[in-house]
Protein backbone atom coordinates (compact mmCIF):
# COMPACT_ATOMS: atom_id res chain seq x y z
CA UNK A 1 0.00 0.00 0.00
CA UNK A 2 3.15 2.12 -0.25
CA UNK A 3 2.54 5.31 -2.29
CA UNK A 4 4.17 5.24 -5.82
CA UNK A 5 3.39 9.05 -7.11
CA UNK A 6 2.53 12.12 -5.24
CA UNK A 7 -0.94 12.44 -5.55
CA UNK A 8 -1.46 9.06 -3.47
CA UNK A 9 0.00 10.51 -0.65
CA UNK A 10 -2.21 10.98 2.33
CA UNK A 11 -1.50 13.16 5.05
CA UNK A 12 1.50 16.34 5.59
CA UNK A 13 -0.64 18.63 3.64
CA UNK A 14 1.82 21.12 5.19
CA UNK A 15 4.67 20.48 2.81
CA UNK A 16 2.65 18.61 0.32
CA UNK A 17 -0.85 20.88 -0.04
CA UNK A 18 -1.20 22.97 -3.33
CA UNK A 19 1.28 26.05 -3.96
CA UNK A 20 3.87 24.57 -1.30
CA UNK A 21 7.90 25.07 -1.62
CA UNK A 22 8.23 21.04 -1.72
CA UNK A 23 5.14 20.61 -4.08
CA UNK A 24 6.28 23.33 -6.53
CA UNK A 25 10.25 21.81 -6.53
CA UNK A 26 8.83 17.94 -6.98
CA UNK A 27 6.64 18.73 -9.93
CA UNK A 28 8.96 21.24 -11.65
CA UNK A 29 11.75 18.44 -10.95
CA UNK A 30 13.55 20.71 -8.91
CA UNK A 31 14.13 19.39 -6.01
CA UNK A 32 17.33 19.92 -3.97
CA UNK A 33 18.61 18.22 -1.09
CA UNK A 34 16.60 17.62 2.22
CA UNK A 35 16.36 16.23 5.69
CA UNK A 36 13.34 14.83 6.93
CA UNK A 37 12.23 14.95 10.60
CA UNK A 38 9.85 13.22 12.03
CA UNK A 39 8.08 10.26 14.39
CA UNK A 40 7.99 6.91 13.16
CA UNK A 41 5.04 6.17 10.39
CA UNK A 42 4.85 9.53 8.96
CA UNK A 43 6.36 8.48 5.55
CA UNK A 44 10.01 9.29 5.33
CA UNK A 45 10.61 6.67 3.36
CA UNK A 46 7.84 7.05 1.32
CA UNK A 47 8.22 10.29 0.36
CA UNK A 48 11.80 9.87 -0.59
CA UNK A 49 10.69 7.07 -2.87
CA UNK A 50 7.94 9.19 -4.16
CA UNK A 51 10.78 12.15 -4.98
CA UNK A 52 12.72 9.91 -6.79
CA UNK A 53 9.62 8.78 -9.00
CA UNK A 54 8.40 11.84 -9.94
CA UNK A 55 11.77 13.78 -11.07
CA UNK A 56 12.84 10.77 -13.05
CA UNK A 57 15.85 10.20 -10.63
CA UNK A 58 17.45 6.59 -9.63
CA UNK A 59 16.50 5.89 -6.12
CA UNK A 60 19.22 4.22 -3.86
CA UNK A 61 18.43 3.80 -0.17
CA UNK A 62 21.48 3.49 2.35
CA UNK A 63 20.73 2.65 5.75
CA UNK A 64 23.33 4.32 8.35
CA UNK A 65 22.89 1.67 10.83
CA UNK A 66 24.42 -1.00 8.05
CA UNK A 67 26.41 1.16 5.69
CA UNK A 68 29.55 3.18 6.27
CA UNK A 69 32.18 5.33 4.38
CA UNK A 70 32.67 2.30 2.13
CA UNK A 71 28.95 2.17 1.10
CA UNK A 72 28.70 5.36 1.10
CA UNK A 73 31.77 5.93 -1.66
CA UNK A 74 29.96 2.79 -3.50
CA UNK A 75 26.73 4.27 -4.23
CA UNK A 76 28.62 7.78 -5.24
CA UNK A 77 30.46 6.01 -7.91
CA UNK A 78 27.36 4.48 -9.10
CA UNK A 79 25.77 7.79 -9.70
CA UNK A 80 28.63 9.63 -11.09
CA UNK A 81 28.56 7.11 -13.70
CA UNK A 82 24.86 7.05 -14.20
CA UNK A 83 24.49 10.61 -14.15
CA UNK A 84 27.80 10.80 -16.62
CA UNK A 85 26.39 8.23 -19.16
CA UNK A 86 22.84 8.36 -19.09
CA UNK A 87 22.28 11.79 -17.35
CA UNK A 88 19.81 10.16 -15.03
CA UNK A 89 20.19 11.71 -11.29
CA UNK A 90 20.70 9.61 -8.57
CA UNK A 91 18.81 10.52 -5.41
CA UNK A 92 20.67 9.35 -2.62
CA UNK A 93 18.10 8.30 0.43
CA UNK A 94 19.92 7.66 4.14
CA UNK A 95 17.77 6.15 6.39
CA UNK A 96 18.19 7.25 9.88
CA UNK A 97 21.08 9.62 8.94
CA UNK A 98 21.33 10.93 12.72
CA UNK A 99 23.27 7.26 13.19
CA UNK A 100 26.52 8.53 10.73
CA UNK A 101 29.06 9.95 12.42
CA UNK A 102 30.97 12.97 11.57
CA UNK A 103 33.43 11.42 9.10
CA UNK A 104 30.96 9.43 7.48
CA UNK A 105 28.60 12.64 7.00
CA UNK A 106 31.40 14.39 5.67
CA UNK A 107 31.75 12.14 2.84
CA UNK A 108 28.64 13.12 1.78
CA UNK A 109 29.72 16.64 1.61
CA UNK A 110 31.53 17.66 -1.52
CA UNK A 111 28.85 15.65 -3.61
CA UNK A 112 26.12 16.81 -2.06
CA UNK A 113 27.81 20.42 -3.03
CA UNK A 114 28.59 19.62 -6.55
CA UNK A 115 25.07 18.02 -7.21
CA UNK A 116 26.42 14.26 -7.97
CA UNK A 117 23.52 12.93 -5.55
CA UNK A 118 20.29 14.58 -4.12
CA UNK A 119 20.91 13.66 -0.59
CA UNK A 120 17.06 12.97 0.94
CA UNK A 121 17.99 12.19 4.98
CA UNK A 122 15.32 10.69 7.53
CA UNK A 123 15.38 10.92 10.81
CA UNK A 124 13.97 10.99 14.21
CA UNK A 125 15.99 12.71 16.09
CA UNK A 126 16.98 16.60 15.83
CA UNK A 127 19.01 17.31 13.29
CA UNK A 128 20.49 20.66 15.47
CA UNK A 129 21.85 18.13 17.34
CA UNK A 130 22.61 15.16 15.30
CA UNK A 131 24.00 16.63 11.62
CA UNK A 132 26.73 18.62 11.66
CA UNK A 133 26.32 22.16 10.59
CA UNK A 134 28.53 21.88 6.94
CA UNK A 135 25.70 19.45 6.30
CA UNK A 136 22.69 21.25 7.60
CA UNK A 137 23.56 24.25 5.22
CA UNK A 138 23.74 22.62 2.84
CA UNK A 139 20.08 20.79 2.94
CA UNK A 140 16.76 22.13 3.59
CA UNK A 141 15.27 20.59 7.20
CA UNK A 142 11.53 19.87 6.84
CA UNK A 143 9.38 18.57 9.59
CA UNK A 144 6.97 15.83 9.02
CA UNK A 145 3.73 15.62 11.94
CA UNK A 146 2.38 12.42 13.20
CA UNK A 147 -0.94 11.35 10.75
CA UNK A 148 -4.27 12.22 12.07
CA UNK A 149 -6.74 10.19 12.86
CA UNK A 150 -8.53 11.15 9.38
CA UNK A 151 -5.74 10.29 7.69
CA UNK A 152 -5.18 7.10 8.78
CA UNK A 153 -9.03 6.23 8.73
CA UNK A 154 -8.40 6.71 4.45
CA UNK A 155 -5.65 4.50 4.74
CA UNK A 156 -7.37 1.56 6.50
CA UNK A 157 -10.00 1.85 4.15
CA UNK A 158 -8.06 2.09 1.16
CA UNK A 159 -6.35 -1.43 2.37
CA UNK A 160 -9.40 -2.87 2.59
CA UNK A 161 -11.00 -1.78 -0.89
CA UNK A 162 -7.85 -1.75 -2.73
CA UNK A 163 -7.97 -4.60 -5.47
CA UNK A 164 -4.65 -4.00 -7.32
CA UNK A 165 -2.63 -4.32 -3.76
CA UNK A 166 -4.61 -4.54 -0.53
CA UNK A 167 -6.78 -6.93 1.01
CA UNK A 168 -9.42 -7.31 -1.17
CA UNK A 169 -6.85 -8.50 -3.90
CA UNK A 170 -5.92 -11.37 -1.38
CA UNK A 171 -8.62 -12.30 0.24
CA UNK A 172 -11.81 -11.11 -2.33
CA UNK A 173 -13.89 -7.64 -1.99
CA UNK A 174 -16.49 -8.92 0.35
CA UNK A 175 -14.62 -11.13 2.39
CA UNK A 176 -13.95 -9.01 4.62
CA UNK A 177 -17.06 -6.99 7.18
CA UNK A 178 -14.89 -4.06 9.07
CA UNK A 179 -17.66 -1.67 10.66
CA UNK A 180 -17.01 2.13 11.31
CA UNK A 181 -16.38 1.66 15.24
CA UNK A 182 -13.90 -0.79 13.99
CA UNK A 183 -11.57 1.39 11.64
CA UNK A 184 -12.21 4.43 13.77
CA UNK A 185 -10.36 2.08 16.56
CA UNK A 186 -7.60 1.01 14.44
CA UNK A 187 -6.89 4.58 13.21
CA UNK A 188 -6.61 5.79 16.65
CA UNK A 189 -4.43 3.12 18.48
CA UNK A 190 -2.62 3.29 15.38
CA UNK A 191 -1.09 6.91 17.13
CA UNK A 192 -0.24 8.79 14.01
CA UNK A 193 1.80 5.65 12.77
CA UNK A 194 0.80 5.17 9.52
CA UNK A 195 3.16 1.22 9.47
CA UNK A 196 1.49 0.65 12.93
CA UNK A 197 -2.41 1.29 11.31
CA UNK A 198 -1.11 -0.99 8.41
CA UNK A 199 0.15 -3.80 10.58
CA UNK A 200 -2.74 -4.33 13.01
CA UNK A 201 -5.16 -4.39 10.39
CA UNK A 202 -3.30 -7.16 8.84
CA UNK A 203 -3.13 -8.93 12.15
CA UNK A 204 -6.03 -8.66 12.95
CA UNK A 205 -7.68 -10.12 9.93
CA UNK A 206 -6.10 -13.91 11.39
CA UNK A 207 -8.26 -13.50 14.27
CA UNK A 208 -11.73 -14.33 13.26
CA UNK A 209 -12.46 -17.61 11.55
CA UNK A 210 -14.13 -16.98 8.35
CA UNK A 211 -18.27 -17.55 7.99
CA UNK A 212 -19.81 -20.27 5.82
CA UNK A 213 -19.67 -17.87 3.63
CA UNK A 214 -16.08 -17.57 3.56
CA UNK A 215 -16.37 -13.70 5.01
CA UNK A 216 -14.32 -12.41 8.34
CA UNK A 217 -16.15 -10.22 10.71
CA UNK A 218 -13.72 -7.59 11.99
CA UNK A 219 -14.86 -6.58 15.64
CA UNK A 220 -13.38 -4.29 18.51
CA UNK A 221 -12.51 -7.09 19.88
CA UNK A 222 -10.74 -8.92 17.24
CA UNK A 223 -8.94 -5.54 16.88
CA UNK A 224 -7.66 -5.64 20.68
CA UNK A 225 -6.45 -9.00 20.01
CA UNK A 226 -4.18 -8.27 17.30
CA UNK A 227 -3.32 -5.01 18.53
CA UNK A 228 -0.48 -6.13 21.30
CA UNK A 229 0.34 -2.59 23.26
CA UNK A 230 2.57 -0.81 21.53
CA UNK A 231 5.65 1.00 23.28
CA UNK A 232 3.96 5.45 23.67
CA UNK A 233 6.08 7.46 21.40
CA UNK A 234 9.10 8.06 24.09
CA UNK A 235 12.58 7.92 23.87
CA UNK A 236 14.10 8.47 26.88
CA UNK A 237 17.76 9.83 24.99
CA UNK A 238 15.74 12.00 22.34
CA UNK A 239 13.79 14.61 21.64
CA UNK A 240 10.49 13.48 22.81
CA UNK A 241 11.56 12.76 26.15
CA UNK A 242 12.88 16.42 26.69
CA UNK A 243 9.17 17.47 24.98
CA UNK A 244 7.36 15.59 27.58
CA UNK A 245 9.53 16.19 30.56
CA UNK A 246 9.19 20.45 29.43
CA UNK A 247 5.17 19.99 28.90
CA UNK A 248 5.33 18.40 32.69
CA UNK A 249 7.50 20.88 34.28
CA UNK A 250 5.08 23.35 32.23
CA UNK A 251 1.23 22.11 33.15
CA UNK A 252 2.86 22.51 36.88
CA UNK A 253 4.35 26.07 36.55
CA UNK A 254 0.72 26.47 34.81
CA UNK A 255 -1.65 25.60 37.97
CA UNK A 256 -2.97 22.89 35.82
CA UNK A 257 -2.69 18.99 37.55
CA UNK A 258 -4.82 17.58 35.03
CA UNK A 259 -2.14 18.21 32.00
CA UNK A 260 0.08 17.66 34.80
CA UNK A 261 -0.81 14.08 35.63
CA UNK A 262 -1.32 13.02 32.17
CA UNK A 263 2.16 13.87 31.19
CA UNK A 264 3.46 12.33 34.07
CA UNK A 265 1.35 9.01 33.10
CA UNK A 266 2.75 9.43 29.64
CA UNK A 267 6.42 9.21 31.00
CA UNK A 268 5.90 6.45 33.30
CA UNK A 269 3.54 4.31 31.26
CA UNK A 270 6.68 4.37 28.55
CA UNK A 271 9.73 3.37 31.02
CA UNK A 272 10.49 6.40 32.64
CA UNK A 273 12.49 6.09 35.53
CA UNK A 274 10.21 7.38 38.57
CA UNK A 275 13.07 8.31 40.51
CA UNK A 276 13.84 11.14 37.48
CA UNK A 277 10.57 12.10 37.43
CA UNK A 278 10.37 12.65 41.08
CA UNK A 279 13.63 14.46 40.70
CA UNK A 280 12.33 16.78 38.58
CA UNK A 281 9.69 17.78 41.04
CA UNK A 282 11.99 18.26 43.96
CA UNK A 283 13.86 20.93 41.81
CA UNK A 284 10.30 22.58 40.66
CA UNK A 285 9.11 22.92 44.76
CA UNK A 286 12.30 24.85 44.94
CA UNK A 287 12.59 26.88 41.81
CA UNK A 288 8.61 27.69 41.29
CA UNK A 289 6.87 27.45 44.49
CA UNK A 290 9.37 28.03 47.08
CA UNK A 291 8.44 30.39 49.71
CA UNK A 292 5.44 30.95 48.67
CA UNK A 293 4.51 27.66 50.09
CA UNK A 294 7.80 26.25 52.12
CA UNK A 295 6.19 22.78 52.70
CA UNK A 296 5.84 22.21 49.38
CA UNK A 297 10.02 21.15 49.08
CA UNK A 298 8.87 18.94 51.72
CA UNK A 299 5.93 17.32 50.38
CA UNK A 300 8.43 16.47 46.99
CA UNK A 301 10.84 15.06 49.09
CA UNK A 302 8.34 12.86 51.25
CA UNK A 303 6.69 11.47 48.01
CA UNK A 304 10.67 10.42 47.05
CA UNK A 305 10.81 9.04 50.10
CA UNK A 306 7.71 7.38 49.85
CA UNK A 307 8.50 5.71 46.42
CA UNK A 308 11.61 4.43 47.68
CA UNK A 309 10.20 2.90 50.09
CA UNK A 310 7.16 0.99 48.34
CA UNK A 311 7.71 0.97 44.75
CA UNK A 312 5.69 0.51 42.02
CA UNK A 313 2.79 0.14 41.47
CA UNK A 314 1.72 1.65 44.41
CA UNK A 315 4.21 4.31 44.66
CA UNK A 316 2.78 5.85 42.16
CA UNK A 317 -0.16 7.12 44.41
CA UNK A 318 2.48 9.39 46.12
CA UNK A 319 4.17 10.83 42.83
CA UNK A 320 0.23 11.54 42.07
CA UNK A 321 -0.19 12.97 45.00
CA UNK A 322 2.64 15.41 45.43
CA UNK A 323 2.05 16.43 41.61
CA UNK A 324 -1.48 17.32 42.21
CA UNK A 325 -0.19 19.24 45.56
CA UNK A 326 2.65 21.59 43.56
CA UNK A 327 0.04 22.07 40.21
CA UNK A 328 -2.28 23.71 42.75
CA UNK A 329 0.36 25.43 45.21
CA UNK A 330 0.97 28.95 45.21
CA UNK A 331 3.86 29.90 42.82
CA UNK A 332 7.13 31.83 43.37
CA UNK A 333 10.80 31.44 41.52
CA UNK A 334 12.24 33.71 43.83
CA UNK A 335 14.76 31.11 44.93
CA UNK A 336 16.17 30.92 41.14
CA UNK A 337 15.86 34.98 41.00
CA UNK A 338 17.25 35.53 44.01
CA UNK A 339 20.64 33.25 43.45
CA UNK A 340 21.00 34.74 39.64
CA UNK A 341 21.41 38.01 41.06
CA UNK A 342 23.26 37.46 43.95
CA UNK A 343 25.75 35.23 41.23
CA UNK A 344 25.55 38.35 39.05
CA UNK A 345 27.10 40.26 41.59
CA UNK A 346 30.15 37.76 42.52
CA UNK A 347 30.90 37.42 39.01
CA UNK A 348 30.75 41.51 37.99
CA UNK A 349 32.70 41.93 41.30
CA UNK A 350 34.86 39.15 42.59
CA UNK A 351 35.42 38.51 46.22
CA UNK A 352 34.38 41.82 48.36
CA UNK A 353 36.24 41.93 51.80
CA UNK A 354 34.09 40.87 54.22
CA UNK A 355 33.10 43.81 56.24
CA UNK A 356 35.13 44.51 59.49
CA UNK A 357 32.13 43.89 61.94
CA UNK A 358 31.29 40.75 60.49
CA UNK A 359 34.48 39.06 60.09
CA UNK A 360 35.42 36.54 63.01
CA UNK A 361 37.30 38.01 65.90
CA UNK A 362 40.00 34.39 65.98
CA UNK A 363 43.09 35.05 68.17
CA UNK A 364 44.78 38.22 69.30
CA UNK A 365 45.66 39.39 65.45
CA UNK A 366 41.99 39.51 64.98
CA UNK A 367 40.87 41.48 68.03
CA UNK A 368 43.69 43.74 67.23
CA UNK A 369 42.78 44.36 63.77
CA UNK A 370 39.00 44.96 65.22
CA UNK A 371 37.50 41.92 63.70
CA UNK A 372 34.38 41.93 64.90
CA UNK A 373 33.89 44.88 66.29
CA UNK A 374 30.88 46.80 66.29
CA UNK A 375 28.82 43.94 65.38
CA UNK A 376 25.13 44.07 66.95
CA UNK A 377 23.90 40.77 68.24
CA UNK A 378 20.03 40.56 67.18
CA UNK A 379 19.00 38.87 69.87
CA UNK A 380 19.62 41.62 72.39
CA UNK A 381 17.49 43.61 70.40
CA UNK A 382 13.12 43.45 70.18
CA UNK A 383 11.76 41.59 67.69
CA UNK A 384 15.35 39.89 67.66
CA UNK A 385 16.14 42.38 64.90
CA UNK A 386 18.42 45.05 64.48
CA UNK A 387 18.99 47.28 61.58
CA UNK A 388 22.39 46.34 59.90
CA UNK A 389 24.20 45.69 56.48
CA UNK A 390 25.61 42.46 55.84
CA UNK A 391 26.80 42.75 52.32
CA UNK A 392 29.85 44.14 51.12
CA UNK A 393 29.98 48.14 51.12
CA UNK A 394 29.92 48.41 47.70
CA UNK A 395 26.65 45.52 47.17
CA UNK A 396 25.02 47.74 50.51
CA UNK A 397 22.04 48.46 48.87
CA UNK A 398 20.79 45.38 46.98
CA UNK A 399 17.99 43.65 47.61
CA UNK A 400 18.19 40.06 45.85
CA UNK A 401 15.50 38.40 47.36
CA UNK A 402 12.15 40.44 45.82
CA UNK A 403 8.96 38.40 47.75
CA UNK A 404 5.79 38.16 45.64
CA UNK A 405 2.43 38.68 46.88
CA UNK A 406 1.89 34.83 46.03
CA UNK A 407 0.85 32.68 48.83
CA UNK A 408 2.93 32.84 51.99
CA UNK A 409 5.56 35.16 50.52
CA UNK A 410 3.09 37.79 51.16
CA UNK A 411 3.37 37.72 54.63
CA UNK A 412 7.34 37.57 54.51
CA UNK A 413 7.22 40.54 52.30
CA UNK A 414 5.15 42.32 54.85
CA UNK A 415 7.46 41.16 57.72
CA UNK A 416 10.54 42.25 55.93
CA UNK A 417 9.31 45.54 55.18
CA UNK A 418 8.05 46.10 58.73
CA UNK A 419 11.20 45.40 60.50
CA UNK A 420 13.25 47.22 57.54
CA UNK A 421 10.82 50.33 58.32
CA UNK A 422 11.11 49.96 62.03
CA UNK A 423 14.04 51.83 65.00
CA UNK A 424 16.44 48.70 66.27
CA UNK A 425 15.16 49.10 69.75
CA UNK A 426 17.87 47.15 72.22
CA UNK A 427 16.00 44.66 75.27
CA UNK A 428 16.53 46.08 78.86
CA UNK A 429 19.98 44.79 80.05
CA UNK A 430 21.00 43.83 77.08
CA UNK A 431 25.14 44.67 76.20
CA UNK A 432 24.38 45.08 72.53
CA UNK A 433 24.13 48.57 70.90
CA UNK A 434 21.84 50.13 68.57
CA UNK A 435 23.46 50.26 64.67
CA UNK A 436 24.94 53.71 64.38
CA UNK A 437 27.42 53.02 68.15
CA UNK A 438 31.61 52.35 66.15
CA UNK A 439 31.65 49.69 69.27
CA UNK A 440 29.46 46.91 70.49
CA UNK A 441 30.06 44.76 73.52
CA UNK A 442 29.89 40.90 72.85
CA UNK A 443 26.55 39.30 73.13
CA UNK A 444 25.64 37.61 76.21
CA UNK A 445 25.98 34.44 75.56
CA UNK A 446 27.45 31.44 78.27
CA UNK A 447 30.41 29.34 77.15
CA UNK A 448 33.76 29.64 75.13
CA UNK A 449 32.38 31.70 72.23
CA UNK A 450 32.43 34.94 74.55
CA UNK A 451 35.89 34.19 75.81
CA UNK A 452 37.94 35.39 72.15
CA UNK A 453 39.23 31.88 72.22
CA UNK A 454 36.57 30.33 69.43
CA UNK A 455 35.27 32.10 66.25
CA UNK A 456 31.51 32.50 65.43
CA UNK A 457 32.43 28.97 63.61
CA UNK A 458 33.66 27.37 66.37
CA UNK A 459 37.17 27.32 64.73
CA UNK A 460 39.81 27.51 67.05
Not at 84 to 98: C, P
Not at 197 to 206: D, K, M, N, P, V
Not at 279 to 303: H, T, W, Y
Amino acid sequence: MRPRRLSEVIGQRKLLGPGTWLRRAVEGKRLSSLILWGPPGTGKTTLGRVFAAEIDAHFAPVSAVLSGVKELREEIAAAEARLRERNVRTLLFVDEIHRFNKAQQDALLPHVEAGTVILVGATTENPSFEVNAALLSRTRVLVLEPLGEEDLRIIVDQALADEERGLAKELGKDAIVCPAEVRDLIAREARGDARRALATLEAAIAVPEPDANGVRHLDVNAIKEALARGALLYDKGGDEHYNVVSAFIKSLRGTDPDAAVYWMARMLEAGEDPVFVLRRMVIFAAEDVGNADPQALAVAISALDAFRLVGLPEGILAMTQAVLYLATAPKSNTSLTAYAAAKADVDQHGALPVPNHLRNPVGKMGRVLGHGAGYQYPHDFTKHYVVENYLPERLSDKRYYQPTESGREKAIKERLSHLRSTASAPKPGATGTPHGKNKAAEPTRPGPRNTGSEGEDGSK
